[in-house]
């Protein structure tokens, strides 16, 4: 059995090139964007790697908080995924929890409707949309940004929540329904508990779908009362004289929050996000 | 809790009872269906009828002109470009992703040392906005100053310094790479978890068997890992297709059209030159196509089932 033990070594070595090989490639670019932010202008242009440790800086940092706009665009952008991931939460966890547990006529239909939205063109959609939010008044405002959003958010987690909460024992409820209790107090005292892990990870979806759109907020917001992150850092980068360092500064604290919450749900992100897809038996 | 609350409180309590609980149940998915026939079905249907408008934000009248722009779209060549970019793309990225996804979800599954600390970062670059990792590759893709050329000069092939995205032949390659850069890692781990689900004793009676590593692949792990990769490659098609922030943020579908796509160019025609009617119709085109994608999906996942 010679071979068979040889075939796992090469299997492991093989293994071990692909690892390192993706750490370099998918991780690396984002360090190398953290490492500019702290790099001068000259720094940067010297076309070196490594430069004399006085060339490292704050000063990019200091700059996008004192001189730019982007405390403000920050703040929009908290506010914005906020008030999508409340909202969207309420409406598809109840939603879900009818679609799963409850009977209606044409179920199965509205369910297929439901995941077809996905192949909307977003493009085609945004045309009415502005139209909508320009005659409601709510241009430039954010309740029109998350009414957008809303549209980027709501298919998927519906379906996905849905999924999540098929695999939930029907038998939850049954005892519970016995004991007395209504639909709500079921859905809350019983289902959320237990479907806590896969909420958590519809709140992180729908957070970082808002919180990283660009189409909705390009065309709704107009200044920057409702500008966000990706609209600095899109105009930013597409200035005549790149400051590489402050726009580098500005990704980093982009992706920041971002990486944070995703650590926390990190676990149990592929679980929760293909729930739609994977029927436990 | 004030008068009118509890007031409410009460008359909910009231009539709540006398529904039935399967028609609770359909209040519960009310709300959603409103907001989803609000803000989806309407602009649907109000997008298709102004494909069939001459509407444009500059002028105030909006006349009913039939298929006249889609007599326009089929004498425009840029169209027929963006359409060509548009299907290579999304063919490209999805089959590369699948392909890449299994290679990553096969290294994960070896258990290595360390594997565990991996697989909790690999999804990172999957979480971070778009317009980041847009900002993170033209960043490297600057001629002198970016990490590409630097690392290029430095194994003697500093000849091919340039600004990669505004190069006419790597541009649209480039957009490919920050597609699989997002997502190749999500499938990889999306691949794991099916293939962590498949019985290890088929593996064992297969080699025993004397199956060889592509017959086990073939006949064990990719059966058992077909209905995620059928999910996954459904939704990054209409993902990919749809997507319009990569090339917009990357190169705005430059240079000279060489990277525009069908989402770019109606954007372009829906908030650069205002013309509402011609970029709805080609949002509908986009639709269309995705629908006979979506049939033949649903054809797939019903022949599965039975």
Do not use: C
Request: glycine letters at 6%.
């Amino acid at each position: 059995m010679q071979s068979l033990s040889r075939r796992r070594a090469q299997n492991a070595v093989l293994a071990y090139v692909v690892v390192i090989a993706s750490t370099i490639f998918f991780i690396l670019p984002m360090l190398w964007i953290a490492y500019t932010s702290f790099r001068t202008q000259a720094s940067i242009f010297s076309g070196a790697v490594l430069s004399p440790l006085s060339e490292y800086t704050l000063q990019n940092y200091e700059t996008i908080f004192s001189v730019t706009d982007f405390p403000q665009y920050f703040w929009n952008s908290i506010q914005i995924g906020a008030i999508v991931t409340l909202f969207s939460l309420v409406v598809s966890i109840i939603g879900a929890y009818g679609l799963s547990r409850f009977s209606l006529p044409g179920k199965n239909a509205l369910i297929i409707g439901i995941f077809s939205t996905q192949m909307f063109p977003q493009v085609l959609l945004i045309i009415p949309m502005y139209l909508v939010v320009v005659n409601l008044q709510l241009l430039d405002q954010v309740v029109g940004v998350v009414l957008g959003q809303l549209i980027l958010v709501l298919p998927f987690q519906i379906w996905m929540l849905k999924g999540y909460f098929d695999n939930l024992p029907p038998d939850l409820d049954d005892a519970a329904r016995i004991d007395g209790t209504n639909i709500l107090q079921r859905l809350l005292y019983v289902i959320l508990p237990v479907a806590a892990p896969g909420i958590a990870v519809a709140a992180f979806f729908s957070f970082v779908v808002s919180w990283g759109d660009y189409l909705i907020v390009s065309i709704i917001s107009q200044s920057e009362r409702t500008a966000t992150v990706t609209l600095i850092m899109q105009r930013l980068s597409a200035s005549l004289l790149i400051r590489w360092g402050q726009v580098a500064a500005v990704a980093v604290l982009t992706i920041v929050p971002t990486i944070i919450l995703f650590s926390i749900v990190q676990r149990r992100l592929v679980e929760g996000l293909t729930a739609g897809a994977v029927r436990e038996e | 809790m004030n008068v009118s609350e509890s007031k409410a409180v009460a008359r909910r309590a009231r009539w709540l009872p006398t529904l039935k609980e399967d028609q609770q149940g359909r209040l519960l998915i009310l709300p959603a269906v409103i907001i989803m026939a609000i803000f989806t079905v309407y602009p649907l249907l109000a997008g298709l009828w102004t494909a069939l408008t001459d509407q444009n934000l500059l002028r105030n009248e909006v006349n009913f002109v039939g298929l006249a722009n889609f007599q326009r779209m089929v004498a425009d060549p840029v169209f027929w470009q963006t359409l060509e970019h548009s299907i290579v793309l999304t063919t490209v990225v999805v089959a590369l992703q699948v392909v890449l996804g299994l290679i990553l979800a096969w290294a994960m599954q070896q258990n290595l040392p360390g594997i565990g600390l991996f697989k909790s970062f690999v999804m990172a670059s999957w979480v971070i906005p778009v317009a980041a990792t847009v900002t993170i590759f033209k960043f490297m893709a600057q001629p002198d100053i970016g990490f590409i050329n630097i690392l290029l000069k430095a194994i003697g092939l500093g000849s091919f310094n340039r600004y990669w995205f505004g190069d006419l032949t790597f541009a649209l390659p480039f957009i490919m790479l920050l597609h699989l850069w997002r997502n190749v890692p999500f499938y990889g781990i999306a691949f794991l978890a099916a293939m962590n689900a498949i019985p290890k004793n088929y593996y064992e009676a297969a080699e025993i068997d004397g199956a060889g590593a592509w017959a086990r692949f073939r006949h064990i792990t990719l059966p058992g890992i077909r209905s995620m990769m059928v999910v996954m490659v459904t939704i990054h098609v209409l993902w990919t297709f749809n997507n319009f922030d990569f090339v917009w943020l990357a190169t705005g579908g430059g240079p000279v059209n060489t990277t525009e796509v069908l989402p770019t160019y109606v954007y372009r025609q829906s908030w650069s030159n205002y013309d509402l009617g011609y970029a709805a119709s080609m949002g509908t085109v986009m639709l269309v196509i995705l629908m006979i994608y979506f049939i033949i999906y649903l054809r797939i996942t019903e022949r599965q089932a039975a």
